[in-house]
């Protein structure tokens, strides 16, 4: 497996990474790794892999919104709504998780007023019990250099945050079978000019526009800032999971218990229809050209 720097620079499965160890979890605020995406490139699977090791404390809920909710990319003000429950959907987590702390948690995460005070008090050591502690919103991808800003100002000097990128081909056709599940339509019925439309709103453009995402959170964060890439997770997700351990400093052995998990799976996983695919093909042209000098061979890697 290879993994890709925030320099661009592929390293070999293993290799350390520069820098310096950092403080005990328990010393800081806010969580200790982000995951900041990409939407459909299997952040799902990878809460549900973390959430089990004995190292590791996840929120109750996967996605929190914080930074995405305070300093929207200016693209999306007004037009994309945060996906929080309503009723008593908001304590569904408790079915996965049943304890008085996580009923504590989802009244905080719901009734509590949005600041810095509020994000840091979600990861607070009476949840946490010193574990290292996770925020993975796949939104955050959206964030333009304001945002990021303002997430490097929010969150600790030791943090690490990544991002998973997939073929923006396959990612988008993946996101939009998604979209037309939650408004209850056949995307089979729909026509490749209907779905190139949909792929063009601000809220699914930004969120495949990879050298933006990579040039921004590079610049405010370095070398703690790295990517991935989900052809890795797909080829072996146990190598895949180990690299990510490896970057937020997750100590001891991992338990693969939820490796061959299908979270967040489409029932039915229609193929791109052709002509859509060559409309995608086009659009990406330029991006991935732009990208492959981020992270060199990934344009090749895809076209095969």
């Not at 339509?185 to 792929?199: V, W």
């Amino acid at each position: 497996m290879t993994r890709i720097d925030s320099d661009g620079q592929a390293r070999p499965a293993g290799q350390p990474r520069g820098g310096k160890g950092r403080a005990r979890p328990g010393s800081r605020r806010g969580p200790d790794f982000v995951c900041i995406g990409a939407q459909k490139a299997g952040t799902t699977w990878l809460f549900d892999n973390l959430e089990i090791q004995d190292g590791i404390w996840v929120p109750p809920e996967k996605e929190i919104h914080f930074f995405n909710a305070v300093c929207p990319h200016e693209e999306l003000l007004g037009v994309e709504e945060l996906p929080f429950p309503h009723g008593l959907a908001r304590y569904r987590p408790l079915v996965r998780r049943p304890a008085r702390a996580t009923l504590r948690w989802l009244r905080r995460f719901h009734n509590e007023p949005r600041s810095t005070a509020w994000y840091h008090s979600l990861f607070a050591n009476e949840f946490s019990q010193g574990k290292l502690r996770g925020d993975l919103t796949p939104a955050y991808s959206t964030l333009d250099e304001r945002g990021v800003a303002f997430a490097r100002r929010v969150l600790h000097p030791g943090v690490r945050v990544f991002l998973v990128i997939r073929n923006p081909i396959e990612r988008t056709w993946s996101a939009i079978r998604m979209m037309h599940r939650w408004q209850g339509q056949e995307i089979s019925k729909s026509n490749p000019d209907a779905i190139l439309a949909d792929f063009r709103r601000p809220s699914q453009r930004l969120r495949t526009d990879y050298a933006r995402m990579i040039r921004a959170w590079t610049h405010q964060f370095g070398d703690r800032f790295r990517v991935f890439l989900y052809d890795d997770l797909t080829a072996d997700p146990a190598s895949f999971l180990q690299e990510v351990a490896q970057f937020i400093d997750l100590p001891g052995d991992l338990r693969h218990d939820r490796l061959g998990a299908r979270s967040n799976a489409a029932p039915n996983r229609l193929p791109i229809p052709p002509e859509l695919e060559a409309g995608l093909e086009e659009e990406f042209r330029d991006s991935i050209e732009e990208l492959d000098t981020l992270v060199p061979g990934v344009a090749a890697r895809w076209a095969r």
